[in-house]
Nanobody, 121 residues
Framework: QVQLVESGGGLVQAGGSLRLSCAAS????????MAWFRQAPGKEREFVAG????????DYADSVKGRFTISRDNAKNTVYLQMNSLKPEDTAVYYC??????????????WGQGTQVTVSS
């Protein structure tokens, strides 16, 4: 079992930055690929970014490439999502997930409770 707790969400103006954190506890953090998904009101949850167990390989949705960076610190059992040049369309609840590396929700067995990110225009 892995418990995930996100933090760092909030309200920011368009063009601003936020850094989300996801702290993991329980079973070996390093055994899991990690990812961030997001869900905007009235929309399905979508993949944002993912990172493999070692942290050397990353994946990004086209909509965030060049603006968001995912990273992990295995010594701290934490994964991060640095979000720059934020746009109003980035407004969503952001979820951290742990599991097998992919862009599909179905391969991630563990999920956090989510953190709200709101970008004002």
């Amino acid at each position: 079992q892995v418990q995930l707790v996100e933090s760092g969400g909030g309200l920011v103006q368009a063009g601003g930055s936020l850094r989300l954190s996801c702290a993991a506890s329980g079973r070996a953090f390093i055994a899991y690929a990690m990812a961030w998904f997001r869900q905007a009101p009235g929309k399905e949850r979508e993949f944002v970014a993912g990172i493999n167990m070692s942290g050397y390989n990353t994946d990004y949705a086209d909509s965030v490439k060049g603006r968001f960076t995912i990273s992990r610190d295995n010594a701290k059992n934490t994964v991060y999502l640095q979000m720059n040049s934020l746009k109003p369309e980035d407004t969503a609840v952001y979820y951290c997930a742990a599991g097998r590396r992919s862009t599909s929700q179905s391969t991630y067995a563990y999920w956090g409770q989510g953190t709200q990110v709101t970008v004002s225009s």
